[in-house]
Nanobody, 120 residues
Framework: QVQLVESGGGSVLPGGSLRLSCAAS????????MGWYRQAPGKQRELVAA???????NYADSVKGRFTISRDNAKNTIYLQMNSLTPEDTAVYFC??????????????WGQGTLVTVSS
């Protein structure tokens, strides 16, 4: 079983920065932490940033130039550096991983989410 634990959320002023982390733990044949999503009240969950094990990244248009996703394969951890935050970035941020279980079945895993609040 694989668990994802997000950390780094909190409250910041507009223009501030936060760094989120997502660490995978547990047993699986493989764990590939893929990226970050967010969900604001009344809105659908949306992809914020994704990263592959080889390094290619993909960002939502709304965060390009402000957010940077990175990974540490040795720690099976991904990070999201968020700069120049605006109130529209306020949301619960979730990390997501694709895993192959010890029974060799594909399983998509989500973290519990960490709240980011950007306000004056």
């Amino acid at each position: 079983q694989v668990q994802l634990v997000e950390s780094g959320g909190g409250s910041v002023l507009p223009g501030g920065s936060l760094r989120l982390s997502c660490a995978a733990s547990g047993s699986a044949a493989s764990i590939n932490v893929m990226g970050w999503y967010r969900q604001a009240p009344g809105k659908q969950r949306e992809l914020v940033a994704a990263i592959s094990s080889g390094g290619p990244t993909n960002y939502a248009d709304s965060v390009k130039g402000r957010f940077t996703i990175s990974r540490d394969n040795a720690k099976n951890t991904i990070y999201l550096q968020m700069n120049s935050l605006t109130p529209e970035d306020t949301a619960v941020y979730f990390c997501q991983a694709n895993t192959i279980t010890t029974n060799y079945k594909f399983l998509e895993v989500w973290g519990q989410g960490t709240l980011v609040t950007v306000s004056s």
